[in-house]
């Protein structure tokens, strides 16, 4: 089906002509990849959906934008069919999730030409929850509405939580508790797939903290959730995409228990914009391809991290983002956090920015470092600061650190 499906969205698609001849293929597997960037171009050259388009212009339900946090926007374009998908994808990851008909569910990501914003509202009212699309930003009003609600619930990233109880510190006197938080919905970071930072959440909230939205934008919008058993996320969009993964080398990876690999994706059903052998850039972990307890079959996996920032140092190889359940050990800290490096090669050592959660983070700074140096054989330099601006760039190369 995947070479089938292939030489379909070929026959119609102009960028994909340009970049090949499919007839000249014995093997689906033969097909080049192609990645954001090449996307990118074709939109630049030939503004403003490009080439990949595959559809007239008056065929076109709606036009959201990627979030352009590792590259310019790109603008993204969906048919009546398409929008049925995302949707049909997204309430299957929600009602997986655990929204329920009574939930009352505050939506607090971008509804600002971004998919995931609105896309999600309009999931989880399919899944069958009540939403209130209140977005990014304004934090003493919303915890105004939340004060005012009884057993609301959010749907917002993780590191949005420490906004959250900064202001309530600060503005209303009150801790994370009182609050009343029923559920939170959590995606758009990692994070939650380690469960000393999920259970340190729940403690201090007093919430059941669901990772029910991890996705892509420029592929489907949602395509992993957590079930009830929160034992890593479902490959929810089973049926929409066909799913290769690649190791560094861009060899094959099977799709086993175990296998670790960058994602690869085919769309099997999108009408606008499909794409064919498309690296998402993110590097997954298969952890079961075992029936789960909830009736899912699709495969269950954890993200470890980004193909495009993966960094060497001292010829150790490790993702930004596997630090993550390092520091969430620690409550003296946030999960927010960045990485800055020196613009040469070989790198030597790194310096970490953390973002104060507290008091007293002085006593747990050497033991931190220990325990990143036993990990990774790299002693970091650890600078900790009040607050991180939050702009999605885990790494940042300076001249010197």
Not at 116 to 135: M, N, Q, R, W
Not at 157 to 163: C, E, I, K, Q
Request: glycine content about 6%.
């Amino acid at each position: 089906m995947p070479m089938q499906n292939a030489i379909e969205i070929w026959n119609r698609s102009p960028f994909y002509q340009r970049l090949y001849d499919i007839n000249k293929f014995n093997s689906f597997e033969e097909i080049p990849f192609i990645s954001k960037l090449d996307l990118l171009e074709d939109q630049k050259k030939h503004p403003p959906f490009g080439l990949n388009l595959a559809v007239k212009r008056e065929n076109l339900q709606r036009i959201h934008r990627t979030s352009g946090t590792t590259a310019k926007p790109l603008l993204l374009t969906l048919t009546p069919k398409d929008v049925e998908i995302v949707h049909e994808v997204g309430a299957k990851a929600f009602k997986a999730a655990g929204v329920k008909e009574n939930d009352i569910i505050i939506n607090c990501m971008n509804y600002s030409m971004w998919m995931g914003g609105f896309t999600d509202h309009l999931s989880i009212e399919k899944a069958g929850g009540c939403v209130i699309p209140y977005g990014v930003g304004n934090t003493e009003n919303l915890i105004a509405l939340l004060l005012d609600l009884e057993e609301p619930s959010l749907h917002c990233t993780p590191s949005y939580l420490d906004v959250i109880k900064r202001v309530l510190k600060e503005k209303f006197s009150k801790g994370p508790k009182e609050l009343g938080i029923k559920k939170g919905f959590f995606g758009g970071e990692s994070g939650l797939q380690n469960k000393q930072f999920r259970q340190r959440i729940e403690e201090e909230w007093g919430l059941e903290a669901i990772n029910a939205n991890y996705g892509m934008s420029d592929v489907i919008s949602i395509l992993g959730s957590e079930c009830r058993m929160k034992e890593n996320l479902h490959f929810i969009a089973s049926g929409f995409l066909h799913v290769e993964l690649i190791d560094a080398n861009l060899m094959p990876v099977k799709l086993v228990q175990g296998a670790v690999g960058e994602l690869v994706v085919t769309t099997l059903f999108k009408e606008s914009q499909p794409l064919i052998r498309y690296r998402t850039g993110d590097v997954i972990e298969i952890t079961s391809t075992d029936q789960c307890e909830c009736g899912e079959e699709s495969f269950r996996f954890k993200v470890t991290g980004r193909a495009d920032n993966m960094l060497t140092i001292k010829g150790i190889n490790f993702y930004p983002d596997s630090l993550r359940p390092i520091i969430a050990k620690y409550n003296q800290f946030s999960i927010n956090f960045k990485i800055e490096i020196e613009d040469i090669v070989p790198l030597q050592t790194f310096k970490l920015i953390l973002e104060k959660n507290g008091d007293n983070h002085e006593e747990v700074l050497e033991t931190l470092v220990n325990e990143i140096k036993d990990i990774f054989y790299v002693t970091p330099i650890i600078e900790v600061v009040d607050q991180i601006k939050q702009d999605g760039n885990k790494i940042k190369l300076v001249n010197k650190v």
